[in-house]
Nanobody, 124 residues
Framework: ARLVESGGGLVQSGGSLRLSCAAS????????????MGWYRQAPGKGRELVAR???????DYADFAKGRFTVSRDNAANVLFLQMNTLSPDDTAVYYC???????????????WGQGTQVTVSS
């Protein structure tokens, strides 16, 4: 099982980027289902922080800095997660990571997956 991010790059302040995360491999089964997928980021010298996530039922959570600028969405059929980022600023410069948590409800166990990350750089 793997998560592959794409869509990062260099953009000027005020610009937009759209990140994608494709999940592949033996992640889901009759007993293991999607719990939540989300985006995290890590800037140089800082810890990894939540950007936005979408739960299995479609409910979304956003960090305060992402509200009104970023939109998380998911193509359930294709197991692809998106992050539309608008009005970017240099403070958004970071490596963005895709995260997936799958749940085996009967066993009471969660499986955690991370992508390799994609660099987003916003120039002033």
């Amino acid at each position: 099982a793997r998560l592959v991010e794409s869509g990062g790059g260099l953009v000027q302040s005020g610009g937009s980027l759209r990140l994608s995360c494709a999940a592949s491999g033996d992640i889901f089964s009759d007993s293991v289902t999607m719990k939540v997928m989300g985006w995290y980021r890590q800037a140089p010298g800082k810890g990894r922080e939540l950007v936005a996530r979408i739960w299995n039922g479609g409910v979304t959570d956003y960090a305060d800095f992402a509200k009104g600028r970023f939109t998380v969405s998911r193509d359930n059929a294709a197991n692809v997660l998106f992050l539309q980022m608008n009005t970017l600023s240099p403070d958004d410069t970071a490596v963005y990571y895709c995260n997936l948590i799958a749940n085996n409800d009967a066993a009471g166990y969660d499986y955690h997956y991370w992508g390799q990350g994609t660099q987003v750089t916003v120039s002033s």
